[in-house]
């Protein structure tokens, strides 16, 4: 039978294995295993080598003293041994195969190699079975001596490469699971030192929840890949930390503001109920119906910031011409104190939702209307593939410090919520947001003589332009 692990041990190991820390120690310790078997197996290659050009020089230095031995025909009996390799053999053949001379081993044997004519390595001979191994490095040397012609043959034994392949294969039985033993703790404790910020990481963002978004992650200090993962981090949930408060602040300002017209609607009509024979029914109904207006007004801006927060205020585009937007939008405007004068060239004509173009510039003129002491005055023309719409007026201005402020959410430059206007404070806003939708813009700027300029630009529809002025 096969022994198999428990399931519990299999359900505890398995996760482990299949952590990043687990695959880059197996990934990295395998690689390094196998760069440092490449590594031995290099070391072996260039040291066999240098054993067998170790031996051939051997040989030949031999085969030269045995030539210079016997440069007039006589040759020692038996040949001197080797001085370099003991254990070297060598014979000397004479041109009709007979053996001339020989060292002690071979003294008395027919010649265990033979040079062929012309050819370069020897032949081994049945003579060496007994006497030479298989394994065996050769040197010859063809030369003449007392007017002979002769052949040197000198061989060595190869039992260096032999240690030399005993030691390297012991060698590379203990090396390669040393190798992957200490490669594997090696890289395990980098891995784990490398990846111990992300587990921080990681911890701290399973206990940051929606209602508190003001914790941060912790920070490695490092300008590695980690540390720029944690400042991206940080940075995302101080995003969401600042769209949650916004999104709060947003409810509960419009909770507010729809609480506020019908509490006035209540109250009217519970103070017609207390009293129904002295009540003034119309009275209240006109009150009812300015207050519901305002309620109804209201739900209509949430509902286009909510489109606006959804990137839906473009969705229909179409051409539309500002000049007539702004012309329209003046002529449906009631009854007000101040003048208006328009400056609108007859053709700027750019790409989007003319409903909405019309409530921009709409909230803005109502908002300079407001504050302005006896004068607007409206200009657009086009300048570099931008139409320009400006709106002055000749109020008391606004600071420059709340000139950006004053685009946001139900934000009043007064304390007061309860305003003789009855303005929600989001008209700039939905401005604002109708504008960016267009690939446009507002500013605010201070107006030359005092008050203020709202400055709008738009993109103009591919070969527009602006025609002449008209009051």
Known sequence: MTATAPPGRKAWLWPRLRTLRARVTIVASVAITVVVLLGFLLLYHLQAEAARRTIDGQLRTYVTQIEQAGQHGRWPRPLPPSTLNAGAEAQVIGADGHVLAATRTLAGLPAVYLLPAGATQPVRQTAAADVVPNEVRVAVMRTTAGGRPVVIIAEASTGLLNLLNGEFAGRMLLAIPVALLLAGFTVWLIVGRVLRPVEHIRRAV?????????????????????????????????????????????????????????????????????????????????????????LEELIDQLLLLAKADERQLSERREPVD??????????????????????????????????????????????????????????????????????????????????????????????????????????????????????????????????????????????????????
Do not use: C
């Not at 929840?209 to 940075?235: C, F, K, Q, Y």
């Not at 609108?344 to 300079?368: C, K």
């Not at 420059?400 to 009043?412: E, H, L, N, T, Y």
């Not at 206007?421 to 700039?428: A, D, P």
């Open 206 to 294: 399973t206990e940051i929840t929606s209602a508190d978004l003001s914790r941060r992650v912790p920070e490695p200090g490092t300008a590695d890949e980690i540390g720029h993962l944690a400042g991206t981090m940080n940075d995302m949930l101080s995003r969401l930390d600042d769209a949650a408060r916004r999104q709060r602040r947003f409810v509960a300002d419009a909770s507010h503001e729809l609480r506020t017209p019908l509490a006035a609607i209540r109250t009217t009509l519970d103070v017609g109920l207390t009293y129904p024979d002295k009540a003034s029914w119309p009275v209240i109904a006109e009150r009812a119906s300015q207050q519901s207006a305002r």
């Open 322 to 471: 500002l000049a007539a937007v702004l012309k329209e939008t003046v002529a449906q405007l009631p009854a007000h104190q101040a003048d208006i004068e328009l400056r609108a060239g007859t053709s700027l004509m750019v790409t989007g939702d003319r409903g909405h173009i019309r409530r921009l510039f709409r909230n803005l003129i109502d908002n300079a209307l407001r504050y302005a002491a006896s004068r607007v005055v409206i200009t657009a023309t086009a300048d570099g593939g931008l139409a320009w719409i400006e709106i002055d007026d000749d109020g008391p201005g606004i600071p420059a410090a709340d000139r950006s402020r004053v685009f946001g959410r139900f934000v009043r430059l007064d304390s007061s919520r309860e305003r003789g206007t009855g303005t929600t404070g989001l008209g700039l806003a939905i401005a604002r947001e109708i504008a960016l939708a267009h690939d446009g813009d507002i500013r605010l700027l201070e107006r030359p003589g005092g008050g203020i300029r709202a400055v709008v630009t738009l993109p103009l529809r591919q070969g527009a332009a602006s025609g002449g002025e008209q009051a």
